[in-house]
């Protein structure tokens, strides 16, 4: 007998069986800060609104970070390249109008989702980014990204801001940085920027999750799949060390990392550097092991 949880699963697969292709669009992570405070970041959100105009994608969820920003998509891939172009020239004059280095070479990179668990990862780690790069913050409450939306049932309480069909023409320009006023009428502004409210289908993005419950459960829990998409998508991230140390202990079915033997060290750092991609300061910490060691064993380009 089929269970409700199997039969919503089943639903969920054809779904995403009947719609796509999906993708992860990723910016590579720059050395210097892209975003320094809330006008880049809305101005941020506004370019990805304007470059998404007429372009046959949807967008299920969006984060910005300081040096770079992820959205997973569903749509037409040769309007994800135009996107990117349009994002990519967008963000060049805007960083050197302010004096910022060249973004001449920065890179768009776009990955095609080959099944409904690498979906639901991508979704996850997208709200989780926030949050592995700052403990301080949480998947739903970061500002600048459009977790927060997923299944909450208070969005009608927040301030909608104004239509930008009511937005004077100088106004029209300041958002879309363009004589040519592009969006949307029905789009909503608030503080500067597009709402992520007006073009984050974040209804279809739960449609991937068999419940809310399952939802919030998985995002509290990504911190194996958060490794196993970075090294999907070719992005460095460094997980908090509490956590490692408890996939640590579970590879070995141990309490405490501390209780490894010696073969069982280096068996650790190794699995440390290829599945949870730990520099080898947070190898030589969590393994107790002397940083000459750990440098002899994966050696640093100086």
């Not at 599945?275 to 107790?288: H, T």
Request: proline content about 4%.
């Amino acid at each position: 007998m089929t269970s409700n949880f199997q039969r919503n699963e089943e639903i969920c697969e054809r779904r995403f069986l009947s719609g796509g292709p999906y993708y992860i669009v990723t910016t590579e992570n720059l050395d210097w800060i892209l975003f320094t405070g809330e006008e880049d970041f809305a101005a941020g959100i506004n370019m990805i609104a304007v470059a998404l105009v007429g372009q046959r994608i949807r967008v299920l969820i969006l984060v910005e970070m300081n040096n770079h920003l992820h959205l997973v998509t569903e749509g037409v891939y040769e309007d994800h390249l135009v996107f990117s172009d349009r994002l990519r020239l967008a963000m060049q004059r805007y960083q050197h109008a302010k004096g910022n280095p060249s973004l001449l070479g920065w890179e768009i990179m776009i990955k095609e989702i080959p099944d409904l668990r690498y979906l639901r990862n991508a979704i996850l780690y997208v709200a989780r980014n926030p949050y592995v790069a700052n403990r301080g913050s949480s998947p739903v409450g970061y500002r600048w990204g459009s977790a927060h939306l997923i299944f909450n049932e208070n969005i009608s309480l927040y301030n909608k801001g104004i239509p930008y069909s009511a937005l004077t023409f100088r106004e029209k320009r300041v958002i879309c940085r363009s004589r040519v006023s592009t969006l949307p009428g029905n789009y909503m502004v608030l503080n500067g920027a597009i709402t992520m409210e007006s073009f984050v289908d974040y209804t279809e993005a739960e449609l991937f999750f068999t419940s809310a419950n399952q939802y919030f459960r998985m995002l509290s829990r990504r911190v194996e799949s958060d490794a196993e998409t970075a090294r999907w998508v070719g992005e460095s991230i460094l997980l908090p060390n509490e956590d490692v140390l408890r996939i640590v202990a579970g590879w070995f079915g141990v309490k405490m990392v501390r209780d490894l033997g010696p073969e069982e060290r280096l068996e650790a750092a190794r699995r440390m550097k290829a599945e949870l991609m730990s520099n080898n300061k947070q190898v030589a910490q969590i393994l107790r092991l002397q940083p000459e060691t750990v440098d002899a064993l994966f050696p640093v380009a100086r």
